[in-house]
């Protein structure tokens, strides 16, 4: 393999069960560097979510300092991950003068534990002004550090909190943590109440898919709009598509498996555990999908899944293009969030079973899940809002903007079964036989799977499809941790004052049933008579990002978060703040990269063409023929040159409004209402220029050119 190691192909002399992890400080480096005494007290606080013991910082960095160094690391950095949804980075070199002019190669606790970058100019909603620098990163030591190369720059990365001067957090990771401690202590309440005494901890854990796009760099290159924002900002359909159904999962080419490649070997060599890859359904879109792992170290293995994505395709000629939608008319990116909640004895507490009617504890766990969804769906469709997901949610292939819930036929039966009064039975999958003798018959799952379901059961977890494929995971978790700790509290209150259990938990999850049974929906969630059907449950349907933004701070959602201790009343606020912000500023952007584009590079190709027609159209004249033809391409050619020239008036107009709306809110709904659907029709002329302008005369890169070409 080629590409994966920046200063030696030593990786491919390596097996890969001593490749994976070998560039990761984890569980088998720190008993082998550190002082038994000292690892043992690490591992409290890592597994047992202990504080950590401050006395033992200076030998647990002296001891990665050594580490890193014989791995060839000048630096250390403080790794976090701003409200930007991107990852920052602070990196500060081993050294320390000694004061004859030579150099020590130093690493304390303090610098392990505590750096101090820039906050000023980070998103903050209003916590920080800009003359007030000052925060903090604190090491997260429940995520792994790691070795991380770039360039000729070798580093040791340490994954931190990032917090304010003030103490409030400015980061995706602070909330996540704050959450899983939540989820932790109610799940425990209610192991304990139904007499499990042996597990000491309860993780989320998470496995997130990630779906791509691989173009081919120069072509990028030529197109500012997928430079400036990531998406095609205009594009005709190519003559073919996606409707032959020969992509998905289809033969990998051998640039992309090649890809494919140095990425797993660089992600394993970070103890990413990257597994499944494959051909997505658009052309020139792919999957790469890891095993499950704590919610928190599954957050920051995506991010580095995502930097890694990017830059190995580099090295092979592609740019990797992680939004949502970065091709009108074909199928956008997802990440389909997979999440279940886990024992720190080996306890999947989302497991049915073989027997799932008589299985309390699983029964219990999986209507606090629904209760949570249906309670704050509202709250889970906000952690999903951001602008480029509005060109995926409600399309072909991604679900609908409303939430709901597939549960599946035998999960689905149990739930009625309970509704009526009580589970005797669980349906059995059987056996699937394929008529082949050769062939052997195979046990048949218990249901089928909906693709199109936003929070599908999916056999042992809980696949939420709603997250955009460039966002971080740390949004989506930790309003799911949070929202199943609040019906956990719930169910625990009930349950530790019973006196008789077992009638307890049938009237309460009998209960539940009732309630919430408008959000089980196991049927096609694209077609227009669910959207009418959900109307009718009452289910909401928030259409837009902005509308999504806003129910982020409804009283309810916004009281569940403070009292858990995920954020504070002050965080909430400023996060709706920073959201807002970041859907004008997106879409500015997007309005004036097409501004730029339509101006300076397509409308004076168009008027060119449109001339060598006119003067094609005269010389016809001057032989003494009639330019029928001609006459009739100039007058098509000249129509959409009018059309454009509105479209581009009518949308600067529209962005000079939008700019001076006001207040963020009061920005944002004029963006939405005014900015976008302006784009959309100097689009629609842009396009219909494209399919009649001759090709030695458009500009751009075409999407036939953009997706086809290997």
Known sequence: MSGCCDTSDCCNKQSLPELFGSDVFNDAAQRARLPKNVYKKLRETIDGGKELDPSIADVVANAMKDWAIEKGATHYCHWFQPMT?????????????????????????KDLTQGEPDASSFPSGGIRATFEARGYTVWDCTS????????????????????????????KKTPLLRSMEALNKQSLRV??????????????????????????????????????TGRTLFGAPPPKGQ????????????????FMADLNEALWKLGVSAKTQHNEVAPAQHEIAPVYATVNIGVDHNQLTMELMQRIARKHGFVCLLHEKPFAGVNGSGKHNNWAIGTDDGINLLNPGNTPHDNMQFLVFLFAVVRAVHKYSSLLRSSVATPGNDHRLGANEAPPA???????????????????????????????????????????????????SPFAFTGNKFEFRMAGSSQSLAGPNFVLNTIVAETLAEIA?????????????????????????????????????????????????????????????????????????????TEVTARHEILLENYVKIINIEAKTALQMARRQILPHVI??????????????????????????????????????????????ATAQAADAGHADKKAAAYRD?????????????????????????????????????
């Open 493 to 569: 209150d009930k349950l530790e004052g019973a006196k008789d259990l077992n009638s307890t938990v049938q009237s309460l999850l009998q209960k539940y049933a009732k309630e919430h049974e408008a959000i089980i929906y196991n049927g096609d969630n694209y077609v227009e008579a669910w959207v009418k059907e959900a109307a009718k449950r009452g289910l909401p349907n928030i259409r837009n990002c902005v509308d999504g933004i806003h129910a982020m701070v409804e009283p309810e959602n916004a009281k569940v978060l403070v009292k858990h201790g995920t954020l504070t009343t």
């Open 402 to 452: 409303i939430v709901s819930i597939f549960l599946g036929d035998q999960l689905t039966d149990i739930y009625q079964q309970i509704k009526k009064g009580g589970a005797s039975s669980s349906k059995q999958g059987g056996t699937l036989k394929l008529g082949v003798t050769t062939l052997p018959a195979i046990p048949k799952d218990t249901t089928d799977r909906n693709r199109t």
């Open 608 to 653: 060119r063409f449109a001339g060598d027609i006119a003067a094609s159209c005269n010389a016809v004249k001057a032989a003494g023929l009639t330019p029928t033809a001609q006459a009739k391409l100039l007058k098509q050619v000249n129509a959409g040159i009018a059309a454009m020239s509105d479209a581009l008036d009518a949308l600067a107009a």
């Open 144 to 171: 792994p550090v790691f070795i991380k190369t770039d360039g000729n720059n070798t580093a040791l990365f340490i994954p931190t909190s990032f917090a304010s001067y003030t103490g409030e957090a400015l980061d």
């Open 243 to 258: 409707e032959l159904e020969d992509q998905y999962f289809g033969a990998i080419h051998e640039r992309v498996a090649s």
């Open 674 to 710: 005014l900015v976008v659907p302006a784009m959309g029709e100097l689009r629609k002329a842009v396009d219909g220029l494209e399919v009649i302008v001759g090709a030695c005369h458009w500009p751009l890169p075409t999407y036939a050119e953009m997706l086809f070409s290997r």
């Open 85 to 109: 949804g991107i990852t920052a980075e602070k990196h500060d070199a081993f050294i320390s003068p000694t004061g004859d002019g030579r150099i020590m190669m130093e690493f304390s606790g």
């Open 191 to 228: 192991l304990r109440a139904l007499g499990n005494t042996n597990s000491k901890r309860v993780t989320a854990t998470l496995g997130g898919e990630q779906e791509y796009f691989l173009i081919d760099r120069p072509l990028v290159e030529k197109r500012a709009d997928l430079r400036y």
